[in-house]
């Protein structure tokens, strides 16, 4: 069955700071990995990497892909409060019924305090 | 249209009673996936259509659940004889092929 497991699950951090959010996967026919912010209601696309070892970069966020070991994660520097989310992980497969389905994980709920 | 557009965007209903909850695609978007966000748990694909093949209804949790994309475009999902335990927040979400998906802001379904 394949598995998404983000973490930490919450995380609690002044404006400013730098976080980093961990996401790692077990799949089979990995075909790529996406990161979203969820806030109120419909989760919002960031980044979406299929290739091991580049940086996607916009503004304060950034994302890498390890597919070697599984992984991935999401940096996002100077935090504000308005990055106060949950920020949701997903992987899709390739090939077969599958093809297009996201698996998520449980997310990662970011409170940032001014 | 700009985005995804799901309605209603909140339900309220019976136990027992059906429910149908509709979503229309980004124009152009050739697949279209629903997903269930429940209290406490992540997001749970439940169904996904591409373009004139068959769905993948492989995460639907029940036969009370279907549903069906009219012409390509709009897709409507039917919850029927609705329990407690559907309640949650359905999600759209729509996508141009091989791209990343584009959600709805779902709708809120609760059952009393």
């Known amino acids: 069955e394949d598995k998404v497991v983000q973490s930490p699950l919450s995380l609690v951090v002044h404006e400013g700071d730098t976080v980093t959010l961990n996401c790692s996967y077990e799949?089979?026919?990995?075909?790529?990995l996406l990161w979203y912010k969820q806030e109120k209601k419909a989760p919002t696309f960031l980044f979406m990497l299929?290739?091991?070892?580049i940086e996607k970069k916009s503004g304060r966020l950034s994302s890498i892909l390890d597919k070697k070991e599984l992984f991935s994660i999401l940096n996002i520097t100077a935090t504000q409060t308005g990055d106060s989310a949950i920020y949701l992980c997903?992987?899709?497969?390739?090939?077969?019924?599958?093809?297009?389905?996201?698996?998520f994980g449980q997310g990662t709920i970011l409170t940032v305090h001014p | 249209g700009a985005g995804v557009s799901q309605s209603p965007s909140n339900k309220v209903t019976e136990k027992g009673k059906d429910v149908e909850l509709r979503c229309d695609p980004i124009?152009?978007?050739?697949?279209l996936y629903w997903y269930r966000q429940s209290l406490g748990q992540g997001l749970e694909f439940l169904i996904y259509?591409?373009?004139?093949?068959?769905?993948?209804k492989s995460g639907l949790p029940s036969d009370r659940f279907s549903a069906e994309r009219t012409g390509g475009s709009v897709s409507t999902l039917t919850i029927q004889r609705t329990q407690q335990e559907d309640s949650a927040v359905y999600l759209c979400?729509?996508?141009?092929?091989?791209?990343?998906?584009?959600f709805g802001d779902g709708t809120r379904l609760s059952i009393l």
């Open positions: 259509f591409q373009g004139n093949s068959a769905p993948d």
């Open positions: 799949v089979t026919n990995f075909r790529s």
């Open positions: 299929t290739s091991s070892g």
């Open positions: 124009s152009g978007h050739t697949a």
């Open positions: 997903a992987v899709e497969v390739a090939g077969g019924t599958s093809y297009g389905k996201l698996t």
């Open positions: 979400a729509s996508s141009l092929g091989l791209g990343p998906q584009h």
